[in-house]
């Protein structure tokens, strides 16, 4: 499953006008609004949020927006032309100004609530009020919806301002973040890995906000100073951004019976999910209680298939609670992730984050969000036995799923027909003793090497005999599977399709945005270009920069080796 659209041949929207007349608004002409939401979205300022499945909100502007980049990718694969992103309506809507949309598109944007739960345990204390009825999309806004080249879309602004559940925050991203979530959504797409996708980024030539960071080489584990930084606002692109947080917020009020409504608004919004996210896979005929059946078969599926596409690209979420688990199955909510250098199993970029979300316990972070998923539509299922017994099944076999999904995903990392827990445990503590760089191993790996001189290149540290003979050793054994299994070539064209060459190095990324805010893109765009092919040989100049080990000088660095959860 990859959030793609068909490849458009020809840009065939080149006018905001025609932009606008894709518009096509499911979730506000079929859920409920907020009883309590304002008329005109002005609705800025932190609440409590009862009942509804949205507050209509107006996104706040951007002073002096400029253009920092956007995807010609995404552009191209939606038929729209490059130019609408310097168009002058384009550029006011998706900086904020949604006073420049006219109908059929909504001069009105939305926000949404959802409860938190981490690790399977639900958490009130994060909202203000401590109700969790504060708690929600604090500063993402999402400002258009539409069918476009045949498939359904949600455009969201980050950092477009202060909603209801803002928690007395200013609602504004930063260009440092905003660039950070701009490249990992784009080379999470070409690394074939589903994920929203990044649309535009606007940064204001005049507005800063000031946030906490790490002064220049910090060793500190949390921020040291106070910076101030241009506001900028991303466009991210899904077929919808429901979470499993939201479900479990509208399971946990009718639980409480919190209001007449309660329910029927937790049905609504779990047929919505499968209208949005599902409905191609879901028989339509089936009975409302056997398609939830199919829902948590079918997520199950896209969940385990993603987190072990996480493990194969060195990949790690960070903070992967319910309220940052899409229930449409793809990566959401670029925040306190980190992409793993030299390999560690525990690897955790975030310094608020801890074991439990480090890089090897994604899974099991997936099975307690797995978990509130399933107890929050369970509920629907109550006056069906039959169904309910299936339902329940189906969420017994989230391990067992994933630990499928895992070892074929390692089997096919490897080369190998099926997966060889002997041969995998061993290369699991070679690799950590040798200090490897996860990246640069494998895709020397693909090469199918025969000697352990060949893979030095992915080595942090130096290696002693000893070590060196338990590499061969691990080496002749591994090529003999490989070889047993088939055509070499064949098998070295395949590894090199699974395990990227070129990764994100954070240290590669800090240059970009510091440059960027100083008003030069081009570093940013060189990035664009280099991450949007990581599987391929590039050119000799992009291997010499993009393709080497960390340098000794950023080990163990604030905001480079490691950050806060920072906007």
């Known amino acids: 499953m990859s959030y793609r659209s068909k490849p458009s041949a020809d840009p065939c929207v080149t006018t905001f006008d025609e932009f606008v007349r894709l518009a096509n608004y499911s979730l506000m002409n079929t859920l409920n ?36 980049t956007h995807s010609s990718v995404f552009f191209k694969e939606l038929g729209l032309s490059d130019d609408l992103a310097f168009n002058e309506q384009f550029r006011k809507v998706f900086s904020g100004d949604i006073s420049a949309a006219h109908k059929p598109m909504r001069q009105m944007g939305w926000a949404t609530g959802y409860a938190l739960s981490i690790y ?6 994060n909202c203000p009020f401590g109700t969790g009825n504060g708690y929600g999309d604090g500063r993402a806004i999402s400002v258009f919806e539409g069918i476009i080249n045949g498939q359904r879309w949600e455009m969201q602004l980050k950092g477009g301002g202060a909603t209801p559940y803002c928690r007395g925050a200013d609602g504004r991203a930063v260009l440092r973040s905003s660039v950070r979530e701009f490249l990992a959504q784009e080379y999470m797409h070409a690394l074939d890995v589903p994920t929203s996708r990044s649309f535009t980024l606007y940064v204001s030539k005049s507005e800063t906000v000031t ?140 310094t608020g984050g801890g074991k439990h979300f480090s890089f090897f316990n994604q ?17 629907l299922l109550e006056e069906d036995a039959e169904a309910l017994e299936q339902f329940d099944q189906v969420g017994r076999g989230f391990a067992e799923a994933m630990q499928k999904q895992i070892q074929k995903m390692w089997a096919t990392k490897l080369g190998l027909a099926e997966f060889n827990p002997e041969l995998f445990e061993k290369l699991m503590q070679l690799m950590t003793d040798s200090e490897v760089d996860y990246t640069i191993f494998f895709r020397e790996l693909s090469y199918i090497p025969e000697d352990v001189s060949d893979l030095k290149k992915s080595f942090y540290g130096k290696t002693s005999q000893q070590i060196d003979e338990q590499w061969q050793t691990w080496l002749s054994s591994w090529r003999d599977l490989v070889t047993y299994d088939g055509n070499l070539a064949e098998i ?11 990764t994100w190095r954070e240290w590669l990324i800090v240059p970009a945005y510091q440059q960027a805010m100083q008003g030069d893109y081009s570093l940013v765009k060189e990035l664009q270009k280099v991450l949007s092919r990581p599987y391929d040989e590039q050119s000799q100049d992009v291997e010499d920069k993009y393709y080497r080990l960390r340098p000794r000088a950023f080990s163990d660095v604030g905001g480079v080796s490691y950050y806060s959860c920072s906007s």
């Open 363 to 379: 899974p099991m972070a997936a099975e307690a969000n797995y978990y509130m998923f399933w107890k929050a539509v369970r509920p």
């Open 33 to 68: 609004a907020d009883p309590s939401a304002t008329v005109d979205g002005d609705d800025h300022h932190a609440r409590q949020v009862f009942s509804g499945h949205f507050v209509p909100v107006t996104p706040t502007p951007l002073a002096e927006p400029e253009l920092v």
């Open 211 to 350: 946030r906490p960071w790490y002064s220049q080489d910090s060793h500190s584990t949390d921020p040291d100073i106070l910076v101030d930084n241009p506001v900028a606002i991303s466009t991210r692109v899904a077929p919808s951004f429901l979470r499993v947080g939201q479900l479990e917020l509208f399971a946990r009020r009718a639980r409480s019976n919190a209001h007449p409504l309660a329910l029927e608004e937790l049905s609504m919004i779990v047929s919505h999910l499968i209208e949005r996210e599902y409905k191609s896979d879901i028989n339509q005929n089936l009975g409302k209680a056997y398609q939830l059946v199919e829902l948590a078969k079918l997520f199950r599926q896209r969940l385990t298939s993603l987190v072990a596409n996480w493990l194969r690209v060195g990949y790690c979420q960070g903070n992967f609670n319910s309220d940052n688990c899409a229930a449409g199955g793809f990566t959401l909510d670029y925040g306190p992730f980190g992409f793993c250098e030299k390999f560690d199993p525990w690897f955790q970029p975030w």
């Open 492 to 502: 070295s064209k395949m590894m090199k399709q699974t395990n990227p060459k070129y």
């Open 120 to 125: 399977g345990n639900e958490y009130t204390q």
